[in-house]
């Protein structure tokens, strides 16, 4: 291939056609085309820097600019359209698998559900920090721009397909995130937390880079489904020393997951830094952060051991369209290209490649089903990496729900919660590595578990910090001592604060019951499948029993929040406040309570979108 063609089709992955040049619109099948969200937040920053830059931020409101600027990025991503009961089947906006910008980005269901939910939870962010207060307008184009910077981050996690970009994506979600924990400016503990953050967190990124770099080097390759092919073949007979350096290499990317995941034994930085910094900003750590991480574990679970299908080509559908259009009108030879256009036939599919119409994955039937076939050599990866993810959600939420019972602040009490439920939403992943050999469509299924987990999380622990954040402006405390006597004097704010408790522990009919439920069903399914394989992963009944019992001892620790606030005197030295149910503040709770409480009624809509989110992350049978 010549500097000519390689060109060319490097414009067609990047804008979709090499029609009308590189300076023409990008077509919906088009890397450009799909990474539409993620460009709105680039835009945003860049209009935040702008602002910032000629005055100050004092004149504009800059909640405005990142309200508008994350609501249209949701919008871009529309969950609803693709995920939807009736998501496209054809044309340019059909979501199947395509990876973009050469392979280092992917783009499917699953990268348009975790990015909506990142994205939508960045535009109740800017909500809550303008009813909080914080940050104020002299700070506000700095920390909405390190939110923003670290959302794209996460957003770039959710979609890796490259052990670089892995890399790279952690970073940008990571380093805006250590300032944002020293935002509060005088705060000597604040200046800790940052402190502490960083450097762990540098700590956290080198090992896994060394990791990164060892199994790239025995690879010969850092694109995880070429990695995850050649690993097939390889595995099953690869030598002894080899196999040590594939599994050092393993765990220690592992040792950068489970920073970001807070999991045991490398959850050290979170209580301190719950602590130090302010309640809005552990509500972005606690809810974004670990909805990111969790997907790019999905990510990286897939690429050591699973084989997701072929899917199609950026660009791949509007050129055939094109052909179409051009063969009707027998217009072929006078087509006049762009800048290094070349002739359409010769990036013209096959006619086989499009057979079907909508359905264009249907083209690699055959491919997919060899890939199926070859899952088969990954199994000693898969039980390896099962049993380790195992190990470590035990750890973690074992740890985090003990370690919760002596604490006195409430930032920490949430700080060891959010370690436990890091903890229950893993236990999804090592059910998917044993199911995903023998039935890729129950696998899938457990992801779609972690799906409804992450959303129903995402309400729960934004409505707890939230309260966190409204209590500390008119109380100035974060004690949980302070919280004595609440219910007569904000009763609708602690009967909300109580409903958000009961439901982070799992109880029916709340919210967090059915990501709970999910979550189990998904242990349950993973050992009926391995029973009826032959190899019983006696691991995933461990896992169940530990979640039962975690989820039966988190209540103690639940429960007596709720009884200080509901049950306890107000304290005699606590000094006056007033606070206002019948305020913005006040509906805010209100509306991040409400799905907490009210989905159980129909949660049918979450479910499809969580089921069609997990579509084509493996290979069919």
């Not at 939508?120 to 307008?137: E, N, R, V, W, Y």
Request: a negative charge.
């Amino acid at each position: 291939m010549n500097l000519h063609e390689l060109v060319s089709e490097l414009i067609i992955d990047t804008k979709g056609s090499v029609s009308g040049g590189l300076f023409s619109l990008p077509t919906a099948d088009s890397s450009i085309g799909v990474f539409t969200p993620e460009l709105c937040l680039c835009a945003t920053i860049v209009l935040l820097l702008f602002i910032r830059l000629f005055n100050g931020g004092r004149k504009v409101d800059l909640f405005w600019v990142m309200l508008i600027g994350t609501g249209v990025a949701l919008v871009a991503s529309s969950p609803w359209k693709f995920l939807g009961s009736h998501p496209p089947l054809g044309g340019l906006d059909a979501v199947s698998r395509m990876e973009i910008f050469t392979g280092m980005l992917v783009y499917d269901p699953f990268t348009v559900y975790m990015r909506s939910v990142l994205i939508g939870f960045a535009f109740l962010f800017a909500i809550f920090t303008k009813l909080s207060g914080i940050p104020d307008k002299e700070d506000g184009a700095d920390i909405y721009t390190l939110v923003l910077g670290s959302t794209l981050g996460m957003c770039l996690m959710a979609s890796a397909n490259h052990l670089l970009m892995v890399f790279m994506a952690v970073e940008m979600a990571s380093v805006p995130s250590y300032a944002l924990a020293g935002m509060l400016k005088g705060r000597r503990t604040a200046s800790e937390a940052a402190l502490k953050y960083s450097v762990y967190g540098a700590g956290a990124a080198g090992v896994m880079l060394y990791g990164i770099s060892l199994v790239a080097g025995l690879m010969n390759t850092a694109h995880l489904p070429t990695m995850a092919v050649q690993l097939a073949e390889r595995l099953p007979e690869m030598p002894g020393p080899e196999v040590m350096v594939l599994a050092l290499g393993g765990m220690m990317i592992m040792v950068g997951l489970a920073f970001k995941l807070s999991a045991v034994p490398f959850h050290f930085w979170a209580p301190d830094v719950f602590e130090g910094a302010c309640a809005e900003v552990n509500a972005f750590l606690s809810i974004a952060s670990k909805a990111a991480a969790l997907a790019l574990l999905v990510r990286v679970a897939i690429g050591f051991g699973a084989i997701p299908p072929t899917g199609i080509e950026p660009g791949s559908r509007s050129v055939a369209q094109h052909h179409a259009a051009t063969t009707e009108t027998a217009s072929l030879n006078n087509h006049a290209g762009g800048m290094f256009a070349l002739a359409d036939e010769a990036h013209a599919p096959t006619p086989a490649a499009h057979e079907g119409g909508a359905h264009d994955e249907a083209a690699h039937g055959d491919e997919d089903h060899a890939a199926a076939t070859a899952i088969d050599g990954l199994a000693a990866s898969r039980t390896f990496m099962a049993k380790l993810i195992a190990f470590l959600a035990v750890l973690t939420c074992t740890f985090g729900n003990l370690a919760a019972y002596g604490q006195t602040n409430i930032k920490r009490l949430l700080a060891y919660s959010t370690i436990a439920h890091a903890g229950y939403m893993m236990m999804s992943v090592a059910a998917f590595l044993v199911m995903a050999g023998d039935a890729p469509l129950q696998a899938q299924n457990a992801i779609a578990a972690l799906a409804i987990y992450i959303a129903t999380y995402v309400f729960m622990n934004l409505g707890a910090f939230a309260i966190i954040a409204f209590l500390r402006n008119a109380m100035h405390s974060e004690e949980i001592a302070d919280y004595a006597g609440l219910l007569r004097r904000c009763p609708i704010t602690v009967i909300c604060f109580s409903l958000i408790l009961f439901s982070l522990v799992g109880l029916p009919p709340l919210a967090g019951f059915i990501g709970k439920f999910a979550i189990f069903a998904a242990l349950v399914d993973g050992y009926q499948v391995s029973v009826s394989a032959g190899h019983p992963a006696a691991f995933l009944i461990v896992l169940l029993v530990v979640g039962g019992m975690n989820t039966a001892i988190s209540l103690f620790y639940y429960l007596r929040v709720v009884k200080v606030m509901t049950m306890e005197e107000e304290p005699a030295d606590r000094p006056p406040f007033v606070y206002s149910e019948v305020s913005l503040q006040g509906a805010f709770v209100w509306l991040v309570t409400a799905p907490t409480v009210l989905l159980i009624i129909n949660w049918n809509v979450l479910s499809e979108w969580a089921h069609a989110a997990t579509l084509y992350l493996l290979a069919a049978a």
